[in-house]
T-cell receptor, first 114, second 116 residues
Framework: KAGVTQTPRYLIKTRGQQVTLSCSPISGHRSVSWYQQTPGQGLQFLFEYFSETQRNKGNFPGRFSGRQFSNSRSEMNVSTLELGDSALYLC?????????????FGAGTRLSVL | AQKVTQAQTEISVVEKEDVTLDCVYETRDTTYYLFWYKQPPSGELVFLIRRNSFDEQNEISGRYSWNFQKSTSSFNFTITASQVVDSAVYFCALSEGETSGSRLTFGEGTQLTVNP
């Protein structure tokens, strides 16, 4: 079974631009969550999608948004990029949207904002 | 609010030494789940173990063992006879409740370096 796939692996953008990151979950998984990892703030939860609906949202500004498609694939969008958005963005998938579900992570997209 | 604390930022050991990574958590829920993940330099978080709040039995998997103690809100991870390949950042994480989704709260991580 293929794991969680995130594309692209690396991105370089400039301030003010917007970016879209993609995540393909493990086959059969219906929940996709996104996390931001930075040296200063560590791993922080962005949002979770289940059956195309946002289930949970972390404490991030509205510039961060996401969506999920009917095939469970998910995209995350960041508009008006700031230098502080430079981070490793990790996507995780799980069978369901319950706390007990194990989340399996992709290799991440490393975003650099110049 | 939930919180996970990994007080050890970095640990350095020599191969074959045993090493314990500490994890302390805070939660108001009676139902919760604890996880450990490993993050090698490639960046991907690799799942190691899940524990629910009703099961305090310790677990051993090869060289890995976990000690869950609700009385001290701790979920510590021990690697026996460490190897160079164990070098990575290790994260402890918590998710709460039954219906609140699968949101994980992570600790700060412990960078483990195993020297030959």
């Amino acid at each position: 079974k293929a794991g969680v796939t995130q594309t692209p692996r690396y991105l370089i953008k400039t301030r003010g631009q917007q970016v879209t990151l993609s995540c393909s979950p493990i086959s059969g998984h219906r929940s996709v969550s996104w996390y931001q990892q930075t040296p200063g703030q560590g791993l922080q939860f962005l949002f979770e999608y289940f059956s195309e609906t946002q289930r949970n949202k972390g404490n991030f500004p509205g510039r961060f948004s996401g969506r999920q498609f009917s095939n469970s694939r998910s995209e995350m969008n960041v508009s008006t990029l700031e230098l502080g958005d430079s981070a490793l963005y990790l996507c995780a998938s799980s069978l369901g949207d319950r706390a007990k579900n194990i989340q399996y992570f992709g290799a991440g997209t490393r975003l650099s904002v110049l | 609010a939930q919180k996970v604390t990994q007080a050890q930022t970095e640990i350095s050991v020599v191969e074959k030494e045993d090493v314990t990574l500490d994890c302390v958590y805070e939660t108001r829920d009676t139902t919760y789940y604890l996880f450990w993940y490993k993050q090698p330099p490639s960046g991907e978080l690799v799942f190691l173990i899940r524990r629910n709040s009703f099961d305090e039995q310790n677990e051993i998997s090869g060289r890995y063992s976990w000690n869950f103690q609700k009385s001290t809100s701790s979920f510590n991870f021990t690697i026996t006879a460490s190897q160079v390949v164990d070098s990575a950042v290790y994260f402890c994480a918590l998710s709460e409740g039954e219906t609140s989704g699968s949101r994980l709260t992570f600790g700060e991580g412990t960078q483990l370096t195993v020297n030959p």
